[in-house]
T-cell receptor, first 115, second 115 residues
Framework: AQTVTQSQPEMSVQEAETVTLSCTYD???????LFWYKQPPSRQMILVIR??????QNATENRFSVNFQKAAKSFSLKISDSQLGDTAMYFC????????????FGIGTKLQVIP | KAGVTQTPRYLIKTRGQQVTLSCSPI?????VSWYQQTPGQGLQFLFE???????NKGNFPGRFSGRQFSNSRSEMNVSTLELGDSALYLC??????????????FGSGTQLSVL
């Protein structure tokens, strides 16, 4: 069974600064997907970024980028130029290739952006 | 295009009762999955439906069941409610044009409280 571990329950960052959220996972599969989801107070989960394991290049989406270390099974999220709207719960998630949308989530990191 | 709609937003039940939650996916999306979110456990996968067939199921007791209709709308039912069933129940839909992992679009969830 796959597991996803987020070891930082809460983090804070000053507006305009950079913050990195950590995530490790465990799997015996070679093909899989990794995700970071954001859940603001509205409760609606939003996909921030997605990484396919067979791609060595780290995914980026505007101010969001990942550091994917396949051998170390590490998948961290870097948020640059933090904005107040980034305040939310962030979930790291894993899905097997062809896993029919069965996604395994970590327990989340609560990020507070301070003005 | 309307997003994923979950009803009701809030629900209060007592132990032993049963409850039915509803999810309307984004138009054209054929896959619907359900997750249970609790503060200590994060998101736990319940089940996933595609074209009215359950394709995947998480590790939940048989009290948790679901179904999907021909218009892709889905319901989940929890019978004989227990205090531990209190949680936010999230529904997600995806286009599922291929049997590979696609972006999940989440609803805002139904907050269930069992007294």
């Amino acid at each position: 069974a796959q597991t996803v571990t987020q070891s930082q329950p809460e983090m804070s960052v000053q507006e305009a600064e950079t913050v990195t959220l950590s995530c490790t996972y465990d799997t015996s599969e070679s093909n899989y997907y990794l995700f970071w989801y954001k859940q603001p107070p509205s409760r609606q989960m939003i996909l921030v970024i997605r990484q396919e394991a067979y791609k060595q290049q780290n995914a980026t989406e505007n101010r969001f980028s990942v550091n994917f270390q396949k051998a170390a099974k590490s998948f961290s999220l870097k948020i640059s130029d933090s904005q107040l709207g980034d305040t939310a719960m962030y979930f790291c998630a894993f899905s097997n290739y062809g896993g029919y949308q069965k996604v395994t989530f970590g327990i989340g990191t609560k990020l507070q952006v301070i003005p | 295009k309307a997003g994923v709609t979950q009803t009701p937003r809030y629900l209060i039940k007592t132990r032993g009762q049963q409850v039915t939650l509803s999810c309307s996916p984004i138009s054209g999306h054929r896959s619907v999955s359900w997750y249970q979110q609790t503060p200590g456990q994060g998101l736990q996968f319940l089940f996933e439906y595609f074209s009215e067939t359950q394709r995947n199921k998480g590790n939940f007791p048989g009290r948790f069941s679901g179904r999907q209709f021909s218009n892709s709308r889905s319901e989940m039912n929890v019978s004989t409610l227990e205090l531990g069933d209190s949680a936010l129940y999230l529904c997600a839909s995806s286009l599922e044009t291929r049997a590979t992992n696609e972006k999940l679009f989440f609803g805002s969830g139904t907050q269930l409280s069992v007294l």
